[in-house]
């Protein structure tokens, strides 16, 4: 009787072992699909993160990559902006740049906002990066941080010799003479050279005329620095790119002795929920199942999206 | 020493005993809590806001419906957990560890206890309506059925006793 009363105990025992790790499991699942939220709710001051590369719009397949998008980041910005609470905004940077476009709408967003503004440049707040943080009023940055790199960039892999060596031909079908321009199946003339190069300078004349305005410098100063030479943090001062060397602490004494009262962080992050992370899964792959892989690589092959105009 | 001819113990199962029951619910939770949830302490640190009052978590919280969505879904796969903690246990041994403490027993007034009748039992546990309801309503019911079962029993055909021995 004895006997069976302890064999029932360690079978309870053999069981609870099982639970405990069936349910660790399903935690580390649940994980995956949750982000750390947020600092504090009592939070003054918004922190909104840019990390990575700069996109307009968060593609199929970057779900669990580090993109920045626009469209979330200027959310982002509007709430915390309508936020009574909310007196200042901290954008931390950590982006080596990219899309011209995605980059010119975020600093655009900043713009906007009628309270104070700081960039905090962590490792990296080069080129669309550096563009979004010299749309805020102050910029600190470590000594040791990359920064500047302003200029534009558009090269790409030619394919042209590739597919000539194995037999592949492309037959050009086009109505207007720069309708394949940059399709890496054939090499660039010397007259679609001139016309992307002429488009890339005068994105790189934007890019200085809003570096100029935003960091009150002459125009003529920042077009020496726009080389598409990056900066360490050190040097970036002495050139007035950044108004600050320094980490979190000077960020928060920088915005309580603006906005007057201690500064407690709110982290804003785009909300990624189960549901919708889960949801968002099944539609990219329903999608392609729907499309075909066939059709999809026809589709990218004939987009001149091929060609990206990076900051 | 000889060995007496005393009559052996006899066992019966009769009805149990409410506080027992509650007791036995009690411990079992609590286990729960305390081992077998224990992996999603983390996950519920890292998504509970830290804040210094109730209200001020609601206001967020009615804010941000994506953060509430994730703790929805959380609080489904710690419903499923405990759910599954009480069929297995049930199932296997024919009591919780909480029933094996105070001497209480699963039975089914058909033959065995099948994997449908230990779910409905456990039903209250989910955290939607109108499961919800059984919370307030199977105490109630238990209180006014001759031999104390909860509705969630009374549905599921199964009954909890007591063994005592004589």
Same mark, same amino acid.
């Given at each position: 009787?004895?006997?069976?009363?302890?064999?029932?105990?360690?079978?309870?025992?053999?069981i609870?072992?099982?639970?405990?790790?069936?349910?660790?499991?399903?935690?580390?699942?649940?994980?995956?699909?949750?982000?750390?939220?947020?600092?504090?709710?009592?939070?003054?001051?918004?922190?909104?993160?840019?990390?990575?590369?700069?996109?307009?719009?968060?593609?199929?397949?970057?779900?669990?990559?580090?993109?920045?998008?626009s469209?979330?980041?200027?959310?982002?910005?509007?709430?915390?902006?309508?936020?009574?609470?909310?007196?200042?905004?901290?954008?931390?940077?950590?982006?080596?740049?990219?899309?011209?476009?995605?980059?010119?709408?975020?600093?655009?967003?900043?713009?906007?906002?009628? @309270?104070?503004?700081?960039?905090?440049?962590?490792?990296?707040?080069?080129?669309?990066?550096?563009?979004?943080?010299?749309?805020?009023?102050?910029?600190?940055?470590?000594r040791?941080?990359?920064?500047?790199?302003?200029?534009?960039?558009?090269?790409?892999?030619?394919?042209?010799?590739?597919?000539?060596?194995?037999?592949?031909?492309?037959?050009?079908?086009?109505?207007?003479?720069?309708?394949?321009?940059?399709?890496?199946?054939?090499?660039?003339?010397?007259?679609?050279?001139l016309?992307?190069?002429?488009?890339?300078?005068?994105?790189h004349?934007?890019?200085?005329?809003?570096?100029?305005?935003n960091?009150?410098? @002459?125009?003529s100063?920042?077009?020496?620095?726009?080389?598409?030479?990056?900066?360490?943090g050190?040097e970036?001062?002495?050139?007035?790119?950044?108004?600050?060397?320094?980490?979190?602490?000077?960020?928060?004494?920088?915005?309580?002795?603006?906005?007057?009262?201690e500064?407690?962080?709110?982290?804003?992050?785009?909300?990624?929920?189960?549901?919708?992370?889960?949801?968002?899964?099944?539609?990219?792959?329903?999608?392609?199942?729907g499309?075909?892989?066939?059709?999809?690589?026809?589709?990218?092959?004939?987009?001149?999206?091929?060609?990206?105009?990076?900051? | 020493?000889?060995?007496?001819?005393?009559?052996?113990?006899?066992?019966?199962?009769?009805?149990?005993?409410?506080?027992?029951?509650?007791?036995?619910?009690?411990?079992?939770?609590?286990?729960?809590?305390?081992i077998?949830?224990?992996?999603?302490?983390?996950?519920?640190?890292?998504?509970?806001?830290?804040t210094?009052?109730?209200?001020?978590?609601?206001?967020?919280?009615?804010?941000?419906?994506g953060f509430?969505?994730?703790?929805?879904?959380?609080?489904?796969?710690?419903?499923?957990?405990?759910?599954?903690?009480?069929?297995?246990?049930?199932? =296997?041994l024919?009591?919780?560890?909480?029933?094996?403490?105070?001497?209480?027993?699963?039975?089914?007034?058909?033959?065995?206890? @099948?994997?449908?009748?230990?779910?409905?039992?456990?039903?209250?546990?989910?955290?939607?309506?109108?499961?919800?309801?059984?919370?307030?309503?199977?105490?109630?019911?238990?209180?006014?059925?001759?031999?104390?079962q909860?509705?969630?029993?009374?549905?599921?055909?199964? =009954?909890?006793?007591? @063994?005592?021995?004589?």
């Open positions: 009787m004895k006997k069976q009363q302890t064999n029932k105990w360690t079978r309870a025992l053999m609870i072992i099982y639970l405990t790790i069936l349910s660790f499991f399903i935690s580390i699942f649940l994980s995956l699909f949750i982000d750390d939220s947020f600092e504090s709710l009592d939070g003054n001051v918004a922190v909104i993160e840019i990390t990575g590369p700069i996109v307009a719009q968060k593609d199929s397949g970057l779900l669990f990559t580090d993109v920045t998008s469209d979330e980041v200027r959310k982002l910005i509007k709430k915390a902006d309508k936020s009574d609470k909310i007196k200042a905004i901290v954008f931390e940077i950590n982006s080596p740049g990219g899309s011209a476009v995605a980059s010119d709408e975020i600093a655009a967003e900043i713009k906007k906002i009628n @309270k104070t503004t700081v960039a905090w440049i962590r490792e990296v707040g080069a080129s669309g990066g550096y563009w979004i943080a010299s749309s805020t009023d102050y910029i600190i940055a470590n040791m941080s990359i920064t500047g790199s302003i200029g534009v960039i558009a090269s790409y892999l030619g394919f042209s010799g590739f597919i000539e060596e194995h037999n592949v031909t492309y037959e050009r079908l086009v109505s207007g003479k720069f309708k394949d321009l940059g399709i890496p199946f054939k090499d660039l003339t010397s007259e679609e050279r016309l992307f190069q002429k488009s890339l300078d005068k994105i004349d934007y890019f200085i005329d809003e570096i100029a305005i960091r009150n410098l @002459k125009k100063d920042v077009k020496k620095i726009a080389t598409g030479q990056f900066y360490i050190a970036a001062k002495d050139l007035g790119l950044i108004d600050e060397l320094g980490s979190r602490d000077e960020v928060i004494d920088y915005v309580e002795k603006q906005i007057g009262e500064a407690n962080l709110a982290k804003y992050k785009k909300e990624k929920g189960f549901l919708a992370a889960l949801s968002q899964t099944m539609n990219e792959r329903f999608f392609y199942i499309k075909g892989l066939g059709s999809s690589f026809f589709a990218e092959a004939e987009s001149p999206k091929s060609i990206s105009i990076i900051t | 020493m000889k060995n007496l001819a005393l009559p052996k113990k006899k066992a019966f199962f009769a009805q149990a005993s409410v506080l027992k029951r509650i007791i036995a619910f009690i411990i079992d939770i609590l286990l729960v809590n305390l077998i949830l224990f992996p999603f302490r983390r996950l519920f640190d890292s998504i509970i806001p830290q210094s009052s109730f209200s001020k978590t609601f206001e967020f919280l009615s804010e941000n419906s509430s969505g994730t703790i929805t879904i959380i609080m489904f796969a710690v419903a499923l957990i405990t759910i599954l903690y009480f069929m297995t246990f049930e199932k =296997k024919g009591q919780s560890p909480g029933k094996m403490i105070l001497n209480l027993y699963v039975e089914s007034s058909k033959k065995d206890l @099948k994997y449908w009748q230990l779910f409905v039992r456990s039903m209250f546990l989910i955290p939607v309506f109108p499961f919800i309801l059984l919370w307030f309503i199977d105490p109630i019911v238990m209180f006014f059925t001759k031999e104390n909860r509705l969630s029993e009374i549905l599921s055909s199964t =009954k909890t006793v007591e @063994k005592y021995k004589v």
